[in-house]
């Protein structure tokens, strides 16, 4: 029972709680930065450089099946089994990934500011209440 007893412990300790906290909202905000650069980043850079599709870079390692007469795209090659070297994606993820980085980044910038501005709180001094300070004087006239 001992462990269990333990474990309980550990488990409802706020650190446990905010890390969960964290994990989901890591994992919902990675889905935001997905979506911006897929559908708002990647095109606009597909723009400028003449209208490439980063998801389309890509290098087979071996031919396609004989009878495949499908469209020579990512998706399709990759669903009939076709060994791809992904270049176009893994750009697509480390840009993901870069964009995540600057903006946690920046975050915690803002927060490290912010702790630095925050004024010490000034000692205050603690006041003894009437009856201990009467007790002690009580307790000093005795011993003498």
């Not at 998706?75 to 089994?81: D, N, R, T, V």
């Not at 990934?97 to 702790?115: D, E, G, S, T, V």
Request: charged share 20%; glycine share 8%; proline share 6%.
């Amino acid at each position: 029972m001992g462990m269990l007893s333990e474990f309980r412990e550990f488990a409802v300790k706020g650190n446990v709680v905010d890390l969960a906290v964290g994990v989901i909202i890591g994992g919902a905000f990675g889905k935001i930065v997905d979506s911006v650069v897929k559908d708002l980043i990647m095109p606009v850079i597909g723009r400028i450089v003449g209208g490439l599709d980063f998801s389309n870079y890509f290098i087979t390692l071996a031919s396609p099946p004989a009878d495949y007469k499908g469209p020579a795209t990512y998706e399709a090659l990759s669903k009939a089994g076709v060994p791809l070297f992904a270049y176009g994606s893994f750009l697509t993820v480390l840009l993901n990934f870069i964009i995540l980085a600057f903006i946690i980044f920046m975050m915690i910038r803002q927060i490290n500011r912010l702790k630095r501005s925050e004024p010490a709180a000034a000692e205050v001094p603690v006041v003894t209440p009437e009856d201990i300070v009467l007790l002690r004087e009580i307790r000093d006239s005795l011993k003498r």
